[in-house]
């Protein structure tokens, strides 16, 4: 047996992350009842914002990974401010080789910045 610092709810075939046990252990539950995976989703988020309210939040960040067996997932990032018009180039005539982590130059991941560490 291995310690850890918080449970790990494990189900026979599904699967939850969240960063805490409270979150994880909540949509775990709504699974093993026949539960969606949107359903399972929409459990956990009520939980973080009590458990985490430092981190978490009515209308927060919504990272997902969609995947239906057969078909490839789908990925959708809606992770912070990201200005349409920003792009790697912007940053690079700046002088800049990587996004910076904080400030007004900031962004989540906005589409055309992949390339932008180390100066591509």
Excluded: K, Y
Aim: hydrophobic content about 45%; proline content about 11%.
């Amino acid at each position: 047996m291995v310690f850890t610092t918080r449970p790990t709810p494990q189900g026979a075939v599904d699967m939850v992350a969240s960063t805490h046990g409270l979150a994880s252990a909540t949509p775990m539950w709504v699974l093993e009842r026949d539960g969606s995976a949107a359903e399972a989703g929409v459990a956990a988020g009520p939980v973080l914002q009590v458990v985490e309210p430092h981190l978490h939040g009515p209308a927060g960040d919504v990272p997902l990974i969609i995947s239906d067996r057969g078909a490839p997932p789908v990925v959708l990032c809606g992770q912070g401010v990201a200005p349409a018009a920003v792009r790697a180039a912007a940053h690079r005539d700046l002088g800049l080789g990587l996004v910076p982590g904080t400030g007004p130059l900031a962004a989540a991941n906005p589409r055309g910045m992949q390339g932008c560490a180390a100066g591509r």
